[in-house]
């Protein structure tokens, strides 16, 4: 019953969103107390976690995303009051789970730092933190580079190529406003435009989390292709979603994103 309901709050992407809130609900007991920290508008993660009847607090920096946010739990009838703009610092309550992802790439090593210590101690005894941020040396890099770079992206449009993409793949067409479009919103993940300054492999997130006291108990890798052309040529293709999400569960080194578990461990 789950699982239908949560096909109808998402879609598989080359990206593997859906993969990752599905691993996520893994690990969630309907009785925890769930904060998501760096929640943007909450619409990936939080937005179906309330969705599905679980007890989620959504936090984020960014007042815009917030306050998008807040209107795209209004437009589905949801309540707004569960995003805040704060700082972990400052926000009240223990939970059972905290999420946090990708976010960690976005942010400074003594911001890392800081945050997985906050985290740690936001957490009730044996609490979880659920950690995804993208693999920093892989092909979604390498796709990028040359979709920005090459001047690929700039001839696709030149010679209108993304147009028999769209018709190929039977692509909607997209609204590009970040604002209210004939009575509708679009649902964007985040107003924050903050470019990623770290790079991660599996090991330098297991040290991570070992450090500042959690015990990683699961590890999992996302879709091992992703980015601009996989997603422009296989958007559409249901069978290649299913490949390259077993792929990268086959080999999680080499996948597009990392998710772990830590398992809070108390100090005697």
């Known amino acids: 019953m789950k699982n239908q309901v949560l096909d109808s709050l998402i879609s598989e992407n080359v990206y593997g969103h859906k993969k990752r809130l599905t691993w996520m609900l ?3 007991e309907q009785s925890d107390l769930i904060l998501e920290v760096g929640c943007g508008t909450g619409y990936m993660i939080t937005r179906p976690l309330v969705q599905l009847g679980y007890s989620v607090q959504g936090l984020d920096l960014s007042e815009k995303s917030i306050e998008y946010g807040k209107k795209l739990f209004l437009k589905e009838n949801l309540d707004p009051l569960v995003l805040h703009c704060e700082n972990l610092k400052n ?3 223990e939970f059972d789970t905290i999420i946090i992802s990708e976010v960690l790439e976005h942010m400074k090593t003594s911001e890392i ?3 997985l210590d906050l985290i740690f ?7 979880k933190i659920l950690v995804t941020v993208p693999f920093g040396y892989g092909w979604a890099e390498f796709e990028s580079w040359i979709w920005k770079r090459s001047g690929l992206k700039k ?3 030149f010679f209108r ?3 028999f993409i769209h018709f190929i793949t039977r692509e909607p067409k997209t609204v590009e406003s970040n604002s209210l479009v004939k009575g509708t919103l679009e649902p964007l993940s985040t107003l924050d435009e903050s470019p990623h300054i770290q790079k991660f492999n599996i090991n330098r997130l297991r040290l991570l989390l070992e450090k500042h006291g959690f015990k990683v108990e699961h590890q999992e890798g996302g879709s091992l292709w992703c980015g601009p052309l996989t997603n422009a040529l296989f958007k559409r ?3 290649f979603m299913k490949l390259n999400n077993y792929l990268g569960s086959k080999f999680p080194r080499l996948a597009s994103a990392f998710y772990l578990l830590g398992r809070k461990e108390n100090l005697s």
């Open 121 to 127: 101690s936001k957490l009730k005894k044996n609490g």
């Open 113 to 115: 730092e800081e945050i």
């Open 237 to 239: 293709s249901s069978c």
């Open 155 to 157: 001839w696709m449009y």
């Open 91 to 93: 926000f009240n309550g």
């Open 26 to 28: 893994n690990f969630i």
């Open 161 to 163: 190529l993304n147009k």
